[in-house]
Nanobody, 127 residues
Framework: QVQLVESGGGLVQAGGSLRLSCAAS????????MGWFRQAPGKEREFVAA????????YYAEFVRGRFTISRHNAKNTVYLQMSSLKPEDTAVYYC????????????????????WGQGTQVTVST
């Protein structure tokens, strides 16, 4: 069982930056691949980024590539999402998720690949 708690959301102006954190409970954090998803009002949850258990492999949705960076610190049981050049359309609730499966680049963008989810943190980007 893994419990995930996101933090770092807030209100930022367009063009600004935020860093989201996701703290995980348990001693086996380093065995989980991690992902970030987001859900805007009235829209379906969508994939943002994923990182393998070791941190050696990352994968991004096209619309955030070059602006967002996912990373992890296994000794701190934490995964991060550094967001830069934020746009109003990035406004959403951001969720982190953990997958117990072996890394699969063709599945890491699917919400069904993940076993555990956090409660989300709100990111609002103003014009």
């Amino acid at each position: 069982q893994v419990q995930l708690v996101e933090s770092g959301g807030g209100l930022v102006q367009a063009g600004g930056s935020l860093r989201l954190s996701c703290a995980a409970s348990g001693r086996t954090f380093g065995s989980y691949a991690m992902g970030w998803f987001r859900q805007a009002p009235g829209k379906e949850r969508e994939f943002v980024a994923a990182i393998s258990s070791s941190g050696g492999i990352t994968y991004y949705a096209e619309f955030v590539r070059g602006r967002f960076t996912i990373s992890r610190h296994n000794a701190k049981n934490t995964v991060y999402l550094q967001m830069s050049s934020l746009k109003p359309e990035d406004t959403a609730v951001y969720y982190c998720a953990a997958s117990a499966s072996t890394w699969d680049g063709s599945s890491c963008d699917s919400s069904t690949w993940y076993n555990y989810w956090g409660q989300g943190t709100q990111v609002t980007v103003s014009t």
